[in-house]
């Protein structure tokens, strides 16, 4: 039976690493919710038009595409308009990844479809999943990854953890804490995995 599991944690704590491994030694489906969001802003994509007519045509780069950094500068400025952006755009991505899934537990052709996503508890994908694995890393650690990976200052990483879920939330939901910690290793991250697989 295809199991869904959903995969959530704060930024920098390693999903993409974990996510790695995890269909290097199983037979996995990674459904990510950020590459949804983009194919459906993309012209022609189930909500680019709405985006367009509540932002207007200044959010577009001069190829007709949403410039994605202008439309964050705008919403990230502003609360109101970013629980605009997410009324127009959560619901579309929770039904398509709805859709996957319902196509996916009838094919019965994986051991997993993991589903990769910050906004697990908005999106309310908890409802669905068979398991909800948070994936952790202490704060610190997250912290100089961001630094070391994406060259975030200071000012930035604490922006960016001040709009995610506190950890006290993210355990709230989780059947399964994935420690990813620095130092855990490819073969401990397998051996949790199997155990959570059986």
Same mark, same amino acid.
């Given at each position: 039976m295809t199991q869904i599991i959903g995969l959530t944690g704060g930024v920098g704590s390693g999903k993409s690493t974990v996510l790695s491994v995890l269909k290097k030694y199983f037979h996995c489906l990674e459904v990510s919710t950020d590459d949804i969001s983009r194919h459906q802003m993309e012209p022609g994509g189930t909500v680019y038009s709405q985006v367009v007519e509540a932002f207007g045509t200044g959010i577009l780069a001069e190829d007709g595409t949403i410039d994605r950094a202008g439309l964050?500068? /705008?919403v990230f400025a502003d609360p109101q308009k970013l629980q605009q952006l997410n009324?127009?755009?959560?619901p579309a991505v929770t039904e398509r990844v709805l859709e996957? /899934? %319902?196509q996916?537990?009838?094919a019965a052709r994986y051991d997993a479809v993991v589903i990769e996503t910050a906004l697990l508890i908005e999106g309310h994908y908890d409802a669905f999943c068979d398991q909800v694995w948070y994936v952790y890393a202490p704060e610190a650690e997250r912290r100089e990854r961001l630094k070391q990976s994406r060259g975030y200052s200071e000012e930035k990483i604490a922006d960016l953890f001040a709009r995610q879920q506190s950890e006290e939330a993210y355990r709230s939901v989780a059947t399964a804490v994935i420690d990813n910690s620095d130092g855990r %290793?490819?073969?401990e991250l397998y051996k949790c995995f199997l155990e959570l697989l059986k």
């Open positions: 964050a500068a /705008v009324a127009l755009t959560h996957i /899934v %319902t996916e537990r009838a %290793t490819e073969q």
